[in-house]
């Protein structure tokens, strides 16, 4: 089970070339206190702004898997070789990647269509882990 509202607000930038699925997932996670923002509609788009002060202050990534030129893992791996620490959460409408490549990047997946309840949890785990850390 998880719980309605977290005690922190939970920040997460999203890469998403959807931008209905991204306008669900930011109204949706809003509804229990988790801030969607900065949306990027592009893995580009993230990576020309990485140092940016908008991604200071992100507690967790969520990269759409099927992207235009560079996909999401290509993203997370690319965001791991240059120090990144911080969660991902790689998601797609397509089957999942294989737990060998969901490893090396140290990453989670989740389907789309998205339950919300099994996409908050997640997102609580990888909070609370990643603030221990």
């Known amino acids: 089970?998880?719980?309605?509202?977290?005690?922190?607000?939970?920040?997460?930038a999203y890469v998403e070339d959807e931008p209905s699925i991204a306008q669900l997932l930011v109204s949706g996670l809003g509804l229990f206190g988790i801030e969607v923002q900065p949306v990027f509609m592009s893995a580009e788009d993230l990576l020309k702004q990485v140092d940016g002060p908008e991604l200071k202050e992100i507690d967790l990534f969520f990269f759409d898997i099927r992207l235009p030129k560079m996909t999401g893992l290509e993203l997370a791996e690319q965001l791991r070789n240059q120090g990144e620490k911080r969660p991902f959460v790689l998601v797609s409408a397509w089957p999942a990647p294989s737990k060998e490549a969901l490893q090396k990047i140290g990453a989670e997946f989740l389907p789309k269509p998205f339950d919300f309840p099994d996409v908050v949890q997640t997102i609580q785990k990888l909070a609370s882990q990643n603030k221990k850390a």
């Open 1 to 12: 089970m998880f719980n309605d509202t977290l005690q922190e607000t939970v920040k997460i």
